[in-house]
């Protein structure tokens, strides 16, 4: 008889309770390993999140878990990985090529809280165009945390759509 299977339900125990939360990472040089709270154990390869692979073990080793439990968050490279991505066999797309980015700015905390108020908008709205946490935009507002790269080659458009709604601005009042 199968394990599956059962003669009769009343013999059954209950089932163990499912769940995506992540209770631990490990990463080594080839592979992402999430801890489950159901006690499951998920590893995918390194190279199914491009962003990880290319970073240094100690950006690799710096992550958060985010505090409902279902994703993990790597702030030096602003990557965002799920258990469910894994136990579903999704690797991170790596962008199509693109031209080579230019050297981001620097951004010091005035300069983002200048930029995200004269777009008009929350900490988390600017955290939703960015793909990054709110906490992560007060972070950087506060000066507890710097931009990545990636984020602020980012402010860098979103600052130059802010300019540019700002000079709009100006012609439609001259």
Request: glycine share 8%.
């Amino acid at each position: 008889m199968s394990t599956a299977v059962t003669a009769d339900p009343a013999d059954e125990s209950p089932s163990p309770e499912v769940s995506e939360r992540i209770s631990g990472v490990e990463v080594s040089e080839e592979e992402i390993t999430f801890e489950l709270t159901d006690g499951r154990v998920v590893s995918v390869p390194l190279s199914w999140s491009w962003r990880l692979e290319e970073a240094t073990p100690e950006e690799r080793q710096n992550f958060e878990i985010s505090p409902s439990g279902y994703s993990v968050h790597w702030p030096d490279v602003d990557e965002d990985l799920s258990a469910r991505g894994a136990l579903r066999g999704t690797p991170a797309p790596r962008p199509r090529s693109a031209p080579p980015a230019e050297e981001p700015s620097e951004w010091t905390p005035g300069r983002i809280k200048q930029v995200r108020e004269s777009l008009g908008v929350s900490q988390g709205e600017l955290a939703s165009r960015m793909g990054v946490r709110q906490a992560t935009v007060s972070d950087w507002e506060t000066g507890k945390q710097s931009p990545s790269p990636m984020a602020r080659r980012l402010l860098d458009r979103l600052a130059g759509g802010a300019d540019a709604e700002a000079t709009e601005g100006d012609e439609v009042l001259s």
